[in-house]
Nanobody, 115 residues
Framework: QVQLVESGGGLVQAGGSLRLSCAAS????????MGWYRQAPGKQRESVAV???????NYADSVKDRFTISRDNAKNTVYLQMNSLKPEDTGVYYC?????????WGQGTQVTVSS
């Protein structure tokens, strides 16, 4: 069993910052990638940022230069630093861990950005 525990969501005004954390525990032999997805009301879940085992990162165009993904390999934890938040960043943010051939999801944490 693998557990992902997310934290750090909340309500913030536009222009503010939040930091999300996701700690993975359980039977994980090797993590290939960790990332964050989000789902806004009435929309499909979308990829926000991903970091692979080599350290290479990939961001959605809408968050480039505002969000930073990082990971602590020793703690199997991934972070998402979100700056200059906009109302359109509002949604439920899900942590995702890929340990081939498996993919795991967190329970989601709500991020609300008020204008």
């Amino acid at each position: 069993q693998v557990q992902l525990v997310e934290s750090g969501g909340g309500l913030v005004q536009a222009g503010g910052s939040l930091r999300l954390s996701c700690a993975a525990s359980g039977s994980i032999f090797a993590i290939n990638a960790m990332g964050w997805y989000r789902q806004a009301p009435g929309k499909q879940r979308e990829s926000v940022a991903v970091i692979v085992s080599s350290g290479r990162t990939n961001y959605a165009d809408s968050v480039k230069d505002r969000f930073t993904i990082s990971r602590d390999n020793a703690k199997n934890t991934v972070y998402l630093q979100m700056n200059s938040l906009k109302p359109e960043d509002t949604g439920v943010y899900y942590c995702n861990v890929v340990a081939i051939p498996n993919r795991y999801w967190g329970q989601g944490t709500q991020v609300t950005v008020s204008s």
